[in-house]
């Protein structure tokens, strides 16, 4: 399976401390995402990081993506009691150079930070 | 972006029936994608819905389980059939931009 695997799968910190959670894959990959999840309910994109790229910002979130080594990491810099959700990478399935358009998703690191 | 909005948000359902899930976007998408998240796991992706054609089902979902609808470019249904509690899930729908949209999700419970 090409599943995305987060680590770890719990962290609890302090607002205005960072938030740093990794990701492992398996395969070959055109590109890997980090979504969030509040509650159970429907996720929400934060970034895209494709596999030529080394390393991306957005705002208070810094993603890594190291091929040779099959991860990525996700930084949030400066938590916010908002910030409290589930994080999931997923990757996509690299085929013949196009993808697939599906997505395989890890666990998540459930994140939550105490004001 | 994309708007897409999943209803019922969330249901109670006895063993043996059948949910039927609405997912309706704002623009015209060739492929939605049927997603399911059982309680403490990730997402794992049931079917992929295109216009016109019948749906394409991943390892371990079946048509008869899943039936999926797609009657045009902006809505699609899926229908969780003959349910059991360990169909108790979060069904997402999704449709893909370069990116993935999701829905809010539907909390599916069956009793």
Request: hydrophobic share 30%; net charge neutral.
């Amino acid at each position: 399976s090409q599943q995305g695997e987060e680590d770890p799968q719990a962290l609890s910190i302090q607002e205005g401390e960072n938030a740093t959670m990794n990701c492992s894959y398996k395969t070959s990959i055109n590109n890997l995402q980090w979504y969030r999840q509040n509650s159970g309910r429907g996720l929400v994109h934060l970034i895209l990081i494709r596999s030529n790229e080394r390393e991306k910002h957005s705002g208070r979130l810094r993603v890594t993506l190291d091929t040779s080594k099959k991860s990525s990491s996700l930084l949030i810099t400066a938590s916010r009691a908002a910030d409290t959700a589930s994080y999931f990478c997923a990757t996509d399935a690299e085929s013949g150079g196009s993808t697939l358009g599906r997505l395989y998703f890890g666990r998540g690191t459930q994140l939550t930070v105490w004001p | 972006s994309a708007v897409i909005s999943q209803k019922p948000s969330r249901d109670i359902c006895q063993r043996g029936t059948s949910l039927t899930i609405q997912c309706q976007v704002d623009s015209q998408v060739t492929m939605m994608f049927w997603y399911r998240q059982q309680p403490g796991q990730s997402l794992t992706l049931i079917a992929t819905a295109n216009q016109g054609s019948e749906a394409t089902y991943e390892s371990g979902f079946v048509i008869d389980k899943f039936p999926i609808s797609r009657p045009n470019l902006t809505f699609s249904t899926l229908t969780v059939s003959n349910m059991s509690p360990e169909d108790s899930s979060i069904y997402l729908c999704s449709v893909e931009l370069e990116k993935l949209f999701f829905g809010s999700g539907t909390q599916l419970s069956v009793l």
